[in-house]
């Protein structure tokens, strides 16, 4: 294994120049004029978008239950329209190149919480590794509680989407999707699978839990883009 930050670097080089034009057409990096508040992130965006309110930190948010998933059994598999399918312990995914990223979060109901510190592993690098066929196109997240969600790739490719284990420094509480979840900064929150089990790459689209039951499948903030 240690080829593995070439295979991670050619890996992610190939993908973010195969999605690249997509990456720059999605909502929130082409949108000429995103609606909200406050000052612009990195991306040029404001900070607070449209009727959504900020407050100091995160409500779980669940379907009813917290499934309670120890870091001994917590795997996450990698599969479906991938090269090398792949499944990592809790250990693996540690013994992966870790980064931080700051990055804000919005809720669908209407909160926002700016400013949180993930760390974790780039939904990039695990791709990188899994190595997604020529017609994948979509994945699908599924989790330990039975929720799902799903995204293309484009999104998934962002660099500020992580597999996260630790919120501010610590270990990420179970309630707020630990031992690891994505969070996908640049659309509601809803597109980031706590307790997440499996990625499914997939060569269509194919809806999730709150996708199914009327949530918007583009989920993007700053158009008030919450329902269809
Ligand atoms: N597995 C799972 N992931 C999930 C959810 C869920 O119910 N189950 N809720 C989603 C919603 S609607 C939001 S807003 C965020 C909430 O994250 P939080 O509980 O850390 O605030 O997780 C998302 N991911
Ligand atoms: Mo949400």
Redesign the pocket.
Known sequence: MDDLPRRIEEGRAALLARFADRIRATPSLADPAPRGEGPRNAHGMPRLPVKQGEQDE??????GRV?EVSKERWRLTIDGAVEEPLTFTFDELLALPQEERTAD?????G?S?LGLTWRGVPLTTLLALARPTAAASHAL?H???????NLPLEEVLKDDVLLAHE?GGAPLAA???GPA??VTPQL?????????KRIEVLTHDRRG??EIRG?SNTAYPWRDDREW
Do not use: N, Q
């Open positions: 995160l409500i779980p948010m669940d379907l499934p979060f919005h809720c669908v109901t909160w919480v997240f989790s330990y509680d039975d929720y799902s969600t919120l309630e707020l999707g979840r994505v509601y929150a809803y597109k980031g699978a706590k307790w997440v839990y709150w949530y």
